[in-house]
Every structure is written in C-alpha cells, then in structure tokens.
C-alpha cells in the first residue's frame, strides 16, 4: 500500500519570508500524480499545486512551487513571500491514475507577522 | 472552477438519529465521489468511494450498513448516518472527481456531526 509522510507537524515562517514543507511517498509505481492540498481553519480543502510523476518539471503557481524528487520519492512544496493568509493545514497526496488518494498527516503552518 | 456543495454545514441531533448529508456538483460532472472522516488536526480518512450508479466501495473498517452511501446521479452523492452515537462525531468532507483519471479531486465545505 502507498504511504504519505509529512513529517513536520508544525511549522512557522515570518512574513514575506519563504518555508519548505516536506513530504515523502513510498510507491512501486511509475506513473502517478502527487498534490498539495490547503485546509484553513474554515475547513474546506484547496487544491494548491499538483504534479504529474512522467513531468520533470517541477510544478509552479505564483508563490507555491515544488522540489519533486522522483528517485527519492521526495515531493516538497515551498511557498515564497509567505502571508498571513497562508496559514492553514497543508496536507501532501498521493494518487494514481483513476486511483483513489493517500493523504499525509499534515502540517500545520503559522505564519507570524 | 469547479466547486462541489456540501449541505448540511453543521448537525447537531441526538442519539440514536438519523443523519444525511448531500454532496453536489455544481459545474461538473462527478463521476467518482469520495467521502471522508476527519478528526481534530488529523488526515482525512477515506471512508468510500462511489462511482456514479454502482454500489460504494467502502474502506477496511468502515461499517456500510452504518454508513449508507447513495450515488444515484452525476451531481449528486448522500452520506447517511444511520441511528449515529457519540462516537460517531466528526467532521465528514465529501470529495468529487469528474472522467478522466488525471482530474483533480474537489471537496466540499465539510459537515460537522455533533450527536449528543
């Protein structure tokens, strides 16, 4: 079975400054898609950023971006000029193609003005 | 961008009740429906999977006759909770997918089960 790790449960970054969540994924195989989901304290999950495992290319959108490390099964999202309105509960996804997702345990992020 | 409605937001009814809780798509077609549990700063945790006009598949563990879920339209999936207890308090999110085994997963606002 495909596991998610996050192994960060908490982590804080000052504003305008940049953070790194980690997330590490344990599969055997070669095509899938991996995520990263935003839930803030209102609760609803957001789609953040996703990455197709065939894409050497590493997923951009505006200040979110990834480090996707496909030999390390390493998937890392980095969110620059960090906000307020960042702080939420990140959660890192693993899914195959048609498959259903594995979520890790999340990290809460604190964003200190 | 697509957004799936979750209805009711909040339930707080007693034991021993009933509960059903809609999940719809509002500006696409959901051919998969997912549904989940969460408790206080944890994961979601996959309670079952439904696919438009089939039977749900449902988790190790998770009770179906507990947990009846109905898929019955491309727009629409219901979680009912069957004579809930206490411990059946938590926080359900429903998730829906559209054709295609690369489209990403959209979730509603959630529901949060009290049952006194």
């Known amino acids: 079975a495909q596991t998610v790790t996050q192994s960060q449960p908490e982590m804080s970054v000052q504003e305008a400054e940049t953070v790194t969540l980690s997330c590490t994924y344990d599969t055997s195989e070669s095509d899938y898609y991996l995520f990263w989901y935003k839930q803030p304290p209102s609760r609803q999950m957001i789609l953040v950023i996703r990455q197709e495992a065939y894409k050497q290319q590493n997923a951009t959108e505006n200040r979110f971006s990834v480090n996707f490390q496909k030999a390390a099964k390493s998937f890392s999202l980095k969110i620059s000029d960090s906000q307020l309105g960042d702080a939420a509960m990140y959660f890192c996804?693993?899914?195959?193609?048609?498959?259903?997702?594995?979520f890790g345990d999340g990290t809460t992020l604190t964003v200190k003005p | 961008g697509a957004v799936v409605s979750q209805h009711p937001s909040r339930v707080i009814c007693k034991s021993g009740t009933s509960v059903k809780i809609e999940c719809r798509s509002l500006?696409?077609?959901?051919?998969?429906m997912f549904w989940y549990r969460q408790f206080p700063k944890k994961s979601l945790m996959l309670m079952a999977t439904s696919n438009e006009g089939s039977k749900a598949t449902y988790e190790q563990g998770v009770e179906k006759d507990k947990f009846l879920i109905n898929h019955a339209s491309l727009t629409l999936s219901t979680l009912t909770v069957t004579s809930a207890h206490p411990e059946d308090s938590s926080f359900y999110i429903c998730?829906?997918?559209?054709?295609?085994?690369?489209?990403?997963?959209?979730f509603g606002d959630g529901t949060r089960l009290s049952i006194l």
């Open positions: 998730s829906a997918r559209s054709t295609g085994g690369n489209q990403p997963q959209h």
């Open positions: 500006d696409f077609q959901a051919t998969t």
């Open positions: 996804a693993y899914r195959e193609y048609a498959g259903k997702s594995t």
